[in-house]
């Protein structure tokens, strides 16, 4: 069943995903060949806590996970699309790091992530940043009452068909609130006028996650997911709440 929330709720979610976003800024600006992945999450961790908060994935066990997450931040780098742990590993030029990050506050969940390419850069992994961030952009065009869930799929499958790239199959985005995972499904392909219709007070965490290979993922024994072919992978999310006036992003 999908929650809806009240504006009064909305706010509170805000103001959860204030601190996200001042977080992975602080992070983003740290990011630099050979800084590790393990420093990057001390940033994380350290500032959101300054700030009042609580890391939402420190602890948090999701659903078919065999132990709980143990880092603030997911580092998924290249290949790795999601759940990447922060390790020692020292970032290198060339390295597509994903970095995925969430908030508690006052008992409100805030979920965003983003895609940076480490020093020197190739077009393709220009391209499927690019594509990426611009199918997180149409997608949230789509986010308004009356519109249907399957309008958002639609939006990210058309612009990573534009680009050239593949939306990753079997990961989605996922309502967000008062747990860090709630209904519905946000998945990044579908049809328009198709799946449930969406009402003010509803919110979403979307995130568009796509590749330069087929799309298949397999999991790794860190309970990470990769592509299968080892193509290159990037994501976009933010934390957005349907208003009577449209998308309401709560991440930035």
Not at 79 to 99: A, N, Q, R
Not at 206 to 211: D, Q, T
Not at 230 to 236: E, K, P
Request: proline fraction near 3%; glycine fraction near 12%.
């Amino acid at each position: 069943m999908v929650r809806i929330y009240t504006p009064e709720e909305i706010d509170k979610i805000a103001r959860s995903g204030a601190i996200l976003a001042r977080a992975l800024a602080a992070v983003k600006e740290k990011i630099a060949i050979g800084v590790t992945l393990k420093q990057l999450d001390d940033i994380a961790r350290e500032f959101i806590r300054k700030e009042g908060g609580e890391p939402a994935f420190l602890n948090y066990q999701p659903h078919g996970a065999e132990h709980p997450y143990m880092a603030s931040i997911c580092a998924s780098i290249n290949e790795v699309i999601v759940h990447g742990f922060p390790t020692e590993y020292k970032l290198k030029s060339g390295d597509i790091l994903k970095i995925d990050c969430g908030v508690l506050l006052d008992g409100m969940y805030s979920d965003s992530a983003f895609t940076i390419i480490v020093g020197k850069s190739t077009v393709k992994a220009q391209n499927l940043v690019k594509a990426t961030h611009k199918a997180l952009e149409e997608a949230i065009k789509e986010i308004k009452p009356g519109n249907h869930i399957g309008d958002i799929g639609c939006a990210v499958e058309k612009t990573a068909k534009r680009y050239g790239v593949h939306v990753v199959q079997g990961l989605t985005g996922h309502g967000v609130g008062y747990g860090l995972h709630e209904d519905p499904y946000v998945y990044n392909y579908g049809n328009k006028g198709e799946g449930i219709v969406l009402k003010a007070g509803m919110v979403f965490a979307v995130e568009p996650m796509l590749c330069t290979g087929r799309g298949q993922v397999r999991q790794l024994r860190d309970e990470s997911w990769a592509m299968e072919d080892g193509g290159l992978s990037a994501q976009f999310e933010h934390t957005i709440a349907i208003t009577e006036k449209g998308a309401r992003v709560l991440t930035k």
